[in-house]
């Protein structure tokens, strides 16, 4: 057998503490007048695996859509970028999209960066499995608080490429997003390139069913924070009391999901209790919607040049590939 096919790839783990997820949710659930828990812990283990059925669902348009794009426009991606890069995943979950571009793009390592430590180890060690050329770096990190990207110890001045797909920058608010852009742009040097995955505003029917689902698995989604805060945290939350809602905000351009108390209750964490009113919310996420210029000018606020952008033919979602 060749000898790189049973390569075990080793994780850097620079993983949050359980403390930072406690606080999180202490303050979240302090904050008046709308209580709020941060959408990064969603994805656990449980979390996860919810997260890649939300991806193949009818109404969910996002990951299908992104995924004809990114094929598409792969073989000019790998035009513009050239052989012999380091790939860094921001978010890169269960590493499907990412195919796409190891089947085009000749690159020479790949460093996914991830909360979630076990889905990322085994979909890192899948890939590394596939692709027995490639050097596989995982590293367990909230990305959205990396400053400073581990060093590629193999080869320090290899030049960079950074993937984001999936829209999660709309999960950032757009100041946020501008945040993260420059933060990445400091990663990068000049010349380095980054491709994002934007979901595109349209109409409300299709953006509200894509985060309402009929089959409810955006809906256990979502419940899953609390199940987490119950089991991880000791906390007291009955389940069965609270509902799902997402709504679009026509004035802040973006989904909002809730989780609606089904009545007036008390969450119990340790020795604090929180009061809830019926039909009081917990705002959980946000999915911001972008329009193809007003993205482009947050990337070149943020230090990049907005090479190009390829959409499907609905224009529902869009790829950028933006210049450092
Ligand atoms: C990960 N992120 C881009 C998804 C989104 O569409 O905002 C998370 C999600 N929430 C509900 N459905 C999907």
């Known amino acids: 057998m060749d000898a790189k096919t049973t390569t075990t790839v080793s994780l850097i783990d620079l993983e949050p503490e359980l403390e930072d997820f406690r606080q999180a949710v202490v303050e979240g659930l302090s904050s008046a ?40 426009c792969a073989d000019e991606l790998a035009e513009l970028i050239g052989p012999d890069r380091l790939l860094v995943e921001y978010g890169s979950g269960s590493s499907i999209k990412i195919r796409i571009l190891l089947d085009h793009l000749k690159l020479a390592a790949y460093m996914p960066l991830d909360i979630s430590r076990d889905h990322l180890l085994h979909s890192a060690q899948k890939i590394a499995n596939d692709y027995p050329a490639l050097d596989v770096l995982p590293v367990c990190a909230d990305y959205s608080q990396l400053t400073n990207l581990p060093e590629y110890s193999a080869n320090p001045g290899l030049r960079k490429v950074g993937f984001f797909p999936g829209s999660s920058i709309g999960n950032f608010t757009r100041k946020e997003a501008g945040e993260f852009m420059r933060n990445v742009a400091r990663q ?102 972008y329009d193809l210029t007003e993205f482009q000018q947050l990337a070149e606020s943020a230090g990049f040049k907005a090479s190009r952008v390829w959409t499907d033919a609905n224009n529902w979602f869009s790829v950028h590939y933006l210049e450092r």
């Open 33 to 72: 007048p709308q209580k709020t828990l941060p959408c990064k812990f969603f994805y656990d283990a449980a979390g996860s695996a919810l997260f890649d059925q939300i991806c193949g669902l009818k109404e969910y348009y996002p990951t299908r859509t992104e995924i004809g794009i990114l094929e598409a």
């Open 188 to 289: 990068l040097q000049p010349g380095d390139g980054l491709i994002v995955g934007v979901d595109l505003k349209k109409e409300t029917g299709l953006l509200r069913a894509a985060y309402n689902d009929q089959s409810g698995v955006t809906a256990a989604f979502n419940i899953n924070l609390l199940k987490r805060i119950n089991e991880e945290l000791s906390g007291e939350i009955n389940l069965q009391g609270f509902e799902h809602n997402a709504v679009y905000n026509e004035e802040l351009g973006r989904i909002e999901m809730h989780l609606v108390s089904q009545l007036e209750q008390q969450i119990k964490l340790g020795d604090q209790a929180f009061e809830l009113a019926m039909d009081e919310t917990i705002h959980t996420e946000n999915s911001h919607k």
